[in-house]
């Protein structure tokens, strides 16, 4: 079964970036990344399809996330700009479906990377 590890969280002041990996130990196909906030349900931040042609962000999401990934190391990105208090959260990749408007994890849950942005 393919593990996937996600990192690159971190603190970072309101303004700046980040950019979050999710390295998978064989191939993969279609990604989702989700936070999960204290006291808030785990969201949907963005999807890719396999082979990274169709990207997917929920309205609330679009304009600073960018989702991308490489194939050929097993790794999809997540590039944060822009970061908001509001934005911290564990960010977690997983296997995941589109359908509809939305992503459905397909399985379990890793650790995730930790995400803190200060005001």
């Known amino acids: 079964q393919v593990q996937l590890v996600e990192s690159g969280g971190g603190l970072v002041q309101a303004g700046g970036s980040l950019r979050l990996s999710c390295v998978a130990s064989?191939?993969?196909?279609?990604i989702g990344w989700y936070r999960h906030a204290p006291g808030k349900q785990r969201e949907l931040v963005a999807h890719i399809s396999s082979s990274g042609g169709t990207t997917n962000y929920p309205d609330s999401m679009k304009g600073r996330f960018t989702i991308s990934r490489n194939n050929a190391k097993n790794t999809v990105y997540l590039q944060m700009n822009s970061l908001k208090p509001e934005d911290t959260a564990v960010y977690y990749c997983?296997?995941?479906?589109?359908?509809?408007?939305?992503?459905?994890?397909?399985?379990?849950w890793g650790q995730g990377t930790q995400v803190t942005v200060s005001s």
């Open positions: 064989g191939s993969i196909g279609a």
């Open positions: 997983n296997k995941a479906q589109w359908v509809g408007r939305t992503a459905i994890p397909l399985a379990a």
